[in-house]
């Protein structure tokens, strides 16, 4: 199996912006169909802790 | 005399600081902890790309909450009815820092379990343990805040060098 080590050797270019085979399986994975979870996921942690802060910050709502 | 605007920033401060130490400790250091982990595998270099494109939006954001708390405290440290008080800014953070890990670990790790602390493990004890500290320091924090007493001796000298 000699194969397996060679390309292992190969040098592969990958980011979301290349214009690459791997860039672009990197490019598909992040936007793909569950991009929208995902950005809640990423967001949704911040949006409950500001709103707290901003409960604190302003006191309750008259 | 009021200590909201003083908390709040300190909150929003807590919440980059940790944030930073959870980026660079965890994601980068340690290799754990990735925004996707458990729904994009970190196990090849698409995988891994993918991740750190998510991370990489997390400390955005982390750096974005940083920024607005220090223009908060700016905006604190220039109204005469906001006491200048380090112990209730140093709790504010510690509070911070927990509340962002409580929230993020029921969030992330057990609602919608987009990752774990230690993905290999899966939901384990050491997501317990993450939200946990968040609880603690929560406690710890707001037990600073609460105990601070206007006049504490380390914040005298700010409190007379400062503009009225």
């Known amino acids: 199996m000699p194969v397996v080590p060679w390309l292992a050797l190969v040098p592969v270019l990958a980011c979301p912006v290349c214009d690459t085979g791997t860039g672009?399986?990197?490019?598909?994975g992040i936007l793909g169909g569950d991009v929208a979870l995902t950005l809640l996921a990423v967001t949704?942690?911040?949006?409950?802790?500001?709103?707290?802060?901003a409960f604190i910050h302003f006191g309750r709502p008259k | 005399m009021t200590l909201r605007p003083l908390i709040s920033a300190g909150l929003l401060l807590g919440v980059g600081m940790g944030g930073f130490i959870d980026g660079i400790i965890f994601h980068q250091v340690l290799q754990l902890h990735s925004m996707l982990s458990a729904v994009r595998p970190r196990d090849s270099l698409v995988g891994l790309e993918i991740n750190m494109f998510w991370d990489g939006?997390?400390?955005?954001?982390?750096?974005?909450?940083?920024?607005?708390?220090?223009?908060?405290?700016?905006?604190?440290?220039?109204?005469?009815?906001?006491?200048?008080?380090?112990?209730?800014?140093?709790?504010?953070?510690?509070?911070?820092?927990?509340?962002?890990?409580?929230v993020e670990g029921i969030v992330d790790h057990f609602l919608l379990q987009v990752h774990h602390v230690v993905e290999s493990a899966g939901l384990s004890v050491w997501d317990w343990l993450f939200v946990g500290s968040g609880v603690l320091m929560m406690v710890v924090g707001w037990a600073m805040v609460a105990t601070t007493r206007p006049r504490d001796t380390s914040d005298r000298w700010v409190e007379a060098h400062r503009t009225p």
Do not use: D, K, S
């Open chain 2, 57 to 102: 939006l997390f400390h955005a954001f982390t750096w974005i909450t940083t920024a607005v708390g220090l223009w908060l405290l700016w905006r604190a440290a220039r109204r005469p009815e906001v006491p200048w008080l380090g112990r209730a800014l140093v709790g504010a953070m510690v509070a911070g820092w927990g509340l962002f890990n409580f």
């Open chain 1, 44 to 53: 949704l942690p911040f949006t409950l802790v500001a709103c707290i802060v």
């Open chain 1, 24 to 28: 672009r399986e990197v490019r598909a």
